[in-house]
């Protein structure tokens, strides 16, 4: 008999709510789940290493890239290029393992029609102030930046009623063990 498929988790949210931090947290609970690093031509921020928050590529480079249909799906924010590589994500559920995606919420309801099998959660801050504080605190923006990111976010959390679960980033290790808790009740009912 072939290997249980995995299965394909994405996570989204506005950013400044915590995804890299609870997801950092989740990955240390989980065995089977693997997260996929994505492709970007934004620069690296202070601390970020190519290959672990993301492979840096040039804009011709990731062109040359879709080009190939190298991408499962690709999305332009915040004036970058940021999309999910195909072939590594497919191989690895073949090899049976469950796929960690943290993308935007267009790319992740792009995923979901071709993947319906996707389970998608939402994570969202307590308060829009809080998220506004936790952007401000990571001081990674410049001004410009920090704006567009601010009044994207009240449409990210709208679009976030679609998704299969939200779960409040109130505190980061209890958000994660949700979602953790979430990830095993669907993938032992999983066929
Ligand atoms: P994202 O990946 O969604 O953009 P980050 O993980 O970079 O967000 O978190 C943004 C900021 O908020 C960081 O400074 C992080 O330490 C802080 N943060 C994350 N989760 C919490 C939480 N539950 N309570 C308070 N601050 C948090
Ligand atoms: P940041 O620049 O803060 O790392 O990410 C900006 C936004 O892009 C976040 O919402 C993040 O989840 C999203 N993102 C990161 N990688 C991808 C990707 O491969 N595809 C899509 N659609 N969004 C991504």
Redesign the pocket.
């Known amino acids: 008999m072939g290997k249980k498929r995995g299965r394909l988790i994405i996570i989204?949210?506005?950013?400044g709510v915590g995804?890299?931090t609870v997801v950092s947290i989740l990955m240390k609970k989980c065995d089977n789940l693997i997260k996929s690093v994505?492709?970007?031509t934004?620069k690296p921020r202070a601390g970020e290493v190519d290959g672990v928050?993301?492979f840096f590529r040039s804009v011709d480079e990731y062109l040359a890239i879709k080009e190939k249909d190298g991408f499962l799906?690709?999305?332009q924010?915040?004036g970058?290029y940021?999309?999910?590589p195909a072939e590594f994500v497919n191989r690895k559920l073949s090899e049976g393992k469950n796929v960690l995606?943290?993308?935007?919420v267009?790319?992740?309801l792009?995923v979901k029609r071709k993947m319906p099998e996707a389970l998608l959660i939402f994570i969202a801050p307590p308060s829009l102030e809080e998220l506004k504080d936790r952007l401000k605190g990571r001081n990674t923006e410049d001004k410009e930046s920090f704006k567009k990111?601010l009044s994207a976010a009240e449409a990210e959390i709208k679009r976030g009623s679609s998704y299969d679960f939200c779960v409040i980033n109130d505190d980061a290790e209890r958000a994660a063990e949700e979602i953790r808790e979430i990830i095993e009740r669907i993938t032992l009912k999983q066929p």
């Open positions: 989204s949210g506005p950013s995804k890299g994505s492709i970007t934004r928050n993301y799906e690709t999305f924010i915040y970058n940021y999309g999910t995606l943290e993308i935007d267009q790319g992740a792009e990111r």
